[in-house]
């Protein structure tokens, strides 16, 4: 049976007697897909089809009960189906933080919304323990670095590395690490951006957070500021963060006493990011076929350029990085 039949006659038994109609929600990087059931009164519910040989659905109905118990709007779920892969749950609207603000990408308009998320992710962060979530560890972390060499370097551009220039890289990504993992730690979305945020009621709806971890404080405010989707003005998302880490430290949370030190912190946490960003992109691309992301990466790999320029630490990348710019223009890729 196709899932797609399956699906319709387990929301049958869920919403017994209700007609629904039944349209594509949205998809995502993963093998997940959302559909908007619409009932004979016009409300709507959301189904979150995961088949169960590529996604489990237990991670997300454990996170969607921290999140919620955290004070963060996060979908209610109102059924489950772990062995077919499906969850029914409440519809948080169809407007994402990028829909809305690419048709007016306004620091006017945007302001009011980060501040929102901000306030949400505090709420998230100040719900941390250790042990309720998978730990970002030494060997998460490498794990996600090592995609950019293997998916962005060899297989996006053809280009082999040299045994100085893998030690070299290597060399930066112990660094990289060391600095990610001094940082304090608290629960992590690890994807906290405008294409996961909705415009809701309450501000902001928070979906896609299956993946979420115990790690760097800085990391989702990486993800929010260095967005790959849309770009702000540095001066701006700085002083969002300038608010963020006011907001923090009223509340008690553990960040650096230091603005100067935090900073740094979510600089470095950008670099490892924006490393592994790349080589999922490419990954999407050659393993999964997924081309939109390409568009992506010119603004992803700004973000590491800019970083990298501003520590000295990280010159052997740079140095990578001029050598692969010089690759991509050969071949038409953009960097």
């Not at 909705?198 to 990486?222: C, K």
């Not at 800019?306 to 140095?319: D, H, M, S, T």
Request: include cysteine.
């Amino acid at each position: 049976m196709d899932r797609t039949r399956l699906m319709q006659e387990w929301l049958t038994c869920c919403l017994p007697g209700q007609a629904l109609s039944l349209a594509p929600a949205s998809a995502d990087a993963s093998f997940r897909r959302y559909f908007r059931a619409t009932l004979a009164d016009g409300s709507t519910r959301i189904v979150m089809d995961a088949p169960p040989s590529h996604e489990d659905c237990r991670p997300y109905l454990a996170v969607a009960r921290l999140f919620h118990d955290a004070g963060a709007h996060v979908p209610e779920v109102f059924a489950e189906n772990l062995d077919d892969g499906f969850l029914l749950l409440s519809d948080l609207g169809s407007t994402t933080y990028l829909a809305h603000l690419e048709r007016d990408p306004s620091e006017l308009r945007a302001t009011p919304l980060y501040l929102d998320a901000i306030d949400a992710l505090i709420r998230i962060q100040l719900a941390s323990r250790p042990g309720a979530l998978p730990d970002y560890d030494r060997e998460r972390l490498l794990r996600e670095l090592e995609l950019f060499p293997v998916w962005y370097v060899t297989r996006h551009l053809g280009r082999t590395l040299s045994d100085a220039e893998a030690a070299d890289l290597y060399a930066v990504f112990d660094r990289i690490i060391e600095v990610n993992l001094a940082e304090p730690r608290v629960f992590v979305h690890r994807d906290y951006h405008s294409r996961n945020l909705m415009l809701s009621t309450p501000n902001p709806g928070v979906l896609d957070f299956q993946d979420a971890v115990f790690g760097p404080i800085s990391y989702d405010l990486v993800s929010l500021f260095k967005d790959a989707y849309i770009r702000w003005d540095e001066q701006v998302t700085v002083d969002w963060l300038v608010r963020y880490w006011e907001r923090a430290r009223t509340a008690s949370l553990p960040v650096r006493a230091d603005f100067g030190d935090f900073f740094r912190d979510y600089e470095w946490m950008g670099v490892q990011r924006h490393l592994k960003v790349l080589g999922i992109f490419a990954r999407l691309f050659h393993r999964d076929g997924k081309d939109g992301y390409l568009n992506d990466m010119p603004l992803v790999a700004g973000y590491l350029r800019r970083a990298c320029q501003r520590y000295r630490e990280f010159g052997p990348l740079v140095k990578l990085l001029d050598s692969l710019e010089a690759r991509e223009n050969k071949t038409g890729y953009s960097f």
